[in-house]
């Protein structure tokens, strides 16, 4: 939206003979200032464009953070999940001795 109204100010920045009397000094100043306020309004136009290119940037560098925080939770819980097997494994085969020491008997 700011874009868009810099473009206009800069697009509609004109001057009309009846504003400025007719001398070639006042004239000069008018062009001055209307250069320099061209040159502004591109230069707001940059910055703005920059900003917008910032913010971009950094909604990317917070949509990676969330990646690799859902990566490091999906790490954990594979962890977790070897675990777990390793926990079960351990089990079968305390419960293998047993009935085998149990048949022994």
């Given at each position: 939206?700011?874009?868009?109204?810099?473009?206009?100010?800069?697009?509609?920045?004109?001057?009309?003979r009846?504003?400025?009397?007719?001398?070639?000094?006042?004239?000069?100043?008018?062009?001055?200032?209307?250069?320099?306020?061209?040159?502004?309004t591109?230069?707001?136009t940059?910055?703005?464009?920059?900003?917008?290119?910032?913010?971009?940037?950094?909604?990317?560098?917070?949509s990676?953070?969330?990646?690799?925080?859902?990566?490091?939770?999906?790490?954990?819980?594979?962890?977790?999940t070897?675990?777990?097997?390793?926990?079960?494994?351990?089990?079968?085969?305390?419960t293998?001795?047993?009935?085998?020491?149990d048949?022994?008997?």
């Amino acid at each position: 939206m700011t874009l868009e109204c810099l473009q206009f100010i800069r697009d509609n920045n004109t001057l009309t003979r009846t504003s400025v009397p007719n001398h070639t000094g006042h004239t000069k100043d008018m062009k001055y200032a209307l250069t320099k306020s061209i040159q502004n309004t591109e230069s707001l136009t940059k910055s703005i464009r920059n900003t917008e290119s910032l913010t971009k940037s950094i909604q990317n560098t917070e949509s990676l953070t969330n990646s690799l925080q859902n990566a490091e939770s999906l790490t954990k819980s594979l962890q977790n999940t070897e675990s777990l097997t390793k926990s079960l494994q351990n089990t079968e085969s305390l419960t293998k001795s047993i009935q085998n020491t149990d048949s022994d008997y």
